[in-house]
DNA sequence: ACCGTTCCCGGGAACGATCCCATAAAAATC
DNA sequence: GATTTTTATGGGATCGTTCCCGGGAACGGT
């Protein structure tokens, strides 16, 4: 009665036979008479016999357990991205242990000590924006615990990685803005230390130079991912003397606010600014006017990684590869000026 | 080199100790002499040893894994009470492993099976939107494995819980909108099984009552939750003969889509209808206009849940409570009239 | 000098499974 | 019918800890 649960040992004694026996039927091992591997999985069901995982996986030397480092759970995206693995990770038998690095590298350092001390048997990485080296990974390597890193990916390290078309994705957004006649595109960029960042902000550069247009220092500003600042940043991008005509913002919380603040300042959006976000979060179908983003596939990001991690769990001789999963970019109207008169 | 960890018997060895010894140095235990324990304690830290959770866990008959059960980890109120949850739990030394029920009560049977076949220490729960009875959770209770509820929370069983004010948070705000001067106030209902809707659903209609309004049955809908049904039930309000001029709505992805609906019919928010939403989400603060809410302290809601199961571990007499967390109402313009001429 | 405490430490049995090895019984081979 | 082979089972070590128990050394009190 006492929680006490039904062992190995209790189907052993009531059956008369050994542990090794009905280790062997349960596990489906071979050298079983049919017979009493019958008898045996039938007084297990009775009996609502399930293996003590600790037991098992003390003997396997394994913990089935994945670790997960993201910066923050309550960030739609990584949230979506988690809803992802956590998809893959179940299926195999496994479960995921999270920690939020929240966007400090001490605290990522703090973490992935932490998931070692765990024994987890992979780890899946998405990097807090501080992150400038990955110095604090080579132990992980060491204990040779498969690694994956997705979207904020390190590129020092020979592990493999999935990431979005961030390139591409940027180049596309600000060609669609030029495409609906905007001549000085703004770009707030994120924190450059992130490669996927830098990513875009080529992509930004190049769609500008490749359509002839000039590009603007001053319309690039850097984000830290701060609510606050974006206040500032569109406070700063109206005062200039040719203030931008177009926006393409670090996310759809950043666009969602700009275009509050722009419409608040006595501007029109698309009409005097064409705004385009990134992630295509909750809601932003749905305000006003509704916003142009693009669609990063998190889930599909998420499953990805997860895979990628479980290839390299069955197979210590992987060799580390490169996963790109392709964007969309979703035209709403807070880019659409062609339909203007 | 290959993936050899250090464990205590290579301590022992090294020091020509018995592994009985090396294991009270490092637990602290009594019985060690003060020098023997320095000797082992920095071996320990040289070797940078670690103990191998799955052994201590086996032989403590503990597994230090906490399940946790949420309808949707996308779900914005969720993510951020995982995100409290998380936080405790992480410091208490233990992990969570996540399982969502997609809403779904077949899903929600299975992820308890799956907690129970985990030996979970501890069970975190928040019920689907389909679950009637509590059926499926008496067998947790067979196992003694403590149990508590938050939000979406169920009163058959003697365990406890931790849920918001529903009642008075929804009576305050529909109180606020009758003030603003509405006198038809509709209310999006959750699935009246579930009891934190039926409070919400009691709240709003004694405010009705108390301000002498009168209670229209056909203000009142019910949601299923899902996202295109929004649309339906706005075109319903506003095909009314007399439509409402005041909403209460399930939540802020709601009462954003129906500003959306309600300003693309050409009526005007707050003047012709104001709105109020629920939980505070991101952006509210940010669309046109800004949407007044309840701020659902989720973060809370998760550390006082992780705190009262962790209560319930360590004292296995402890008793059953409930815990209310109390919530608040964020005025903003989306139901502010008095401003208005 | 003897006994009772206290202090340290080692031996070894657990925890619940898996799995190698041995062995008995049954079956197959000559 | 004696042998090898196959088949089915049990014994027991093992994973890395913890912890009970027992014993030797040191110490103090009578």
Redesign the pocket.
């Known amino acids: 009665m006492k929680g006490k649960?039904?062992?190995?040992?209790?189907i052993?004694e009531q059956l008369?036979?050994?542990?090794?026996?009905?280790?062997?039927?349960?596990?489906s091992?071979?050298?079983?008479?049919?017979?009493?591997?019958k008898l045996v999985t039938e007084l297990a069901e009775e009996l609502d016999?399930?293996?003590?995982p600790?037991?098992?996986n003390?003997?396997?030397?394994k913990t089935k357990i994945i670790g997960l480092i993201i910066p923050k759970i309550v960030n739609r995206f990584f949230s979506k991205s988690l809803a992802g693995i956590q998809e893959v990770v179940n299926r195999e038998g496994y479960n995921i242990i999270i920690s939020q690095s929240d966007e400090s590298i001490r605290t990522e350092k703090k973490n992935v000590e932490d998931m070692l001390a765990n024994r987890v048997d992979g780890l899946l990485v998405s990097l807090s924006k501080e992150t400038m080296s990955a110095d604090h990974f080579l132990k992980v390597l060491n204990t040779e615990t498969p690694i994956v890193f997705f979207d904020r990916v390190n590129e020092e390290l020979e592990t493999s990685r999935v990431i979005i078309d961030d390139y591409e994705a940027s180049y596309k957004a600000v060609d669609h803005l030029i495409k609906q006649g905007c001549k000085r595109i703004a770009h707030v960029a994120g924190p450059p230390n992130l490669v996927n960042n830098r990513n875009r902000l080529e992509g930004y550069k190049d769609a500008i130079r490749n359509n002839g247009l000039f590009l603007d220092k001053k319309l690039i500003v850097f984000s830290s991912y701060e609510n606050d600042e974006v206040k500032i940043h569109t406070k700063y991008f109206l005062s200039l003397k040719h203030p931008p005509d177009g926006i393409f913002a670090i996310n759809d919380s950043s666009a969602i606010q700009m275009i509050h603040y722009i419409k608040k300042a006595g501007f029109s959006v698309p009409g005097d600014v064409a705004i385009v976000g990134f992630n295509n979060e909750a809601n932003g179908e749905f305000i006003d006017p509704p916003l142009s983003t693009v669609d990063s596939p998190a889930l599909q990001l998420g499953k990805s990684a997860a895979r990628l991690l479980f290839d390299h769990i069955d197979n210590e001789e992987r060799p580390a590869t490169c996963e790109i999963i392709k964007s969309k970019l979703v035209i709403r109207e807070s880019s659409l000026r062609s339909k203007l008169t």
Do not use: C, G, M
């Open positions: 649960r039904v062992t190995i040992k209790d052993a008369n036979l050994s542990t090794s026996t009905v280790s062997r039927a349960l596990t091992h071979s050298d079983v008479k049919a017979e009493t591997r016999y399930h293996p003590d600790l037991a098992v003390l003997k396997q030397r």
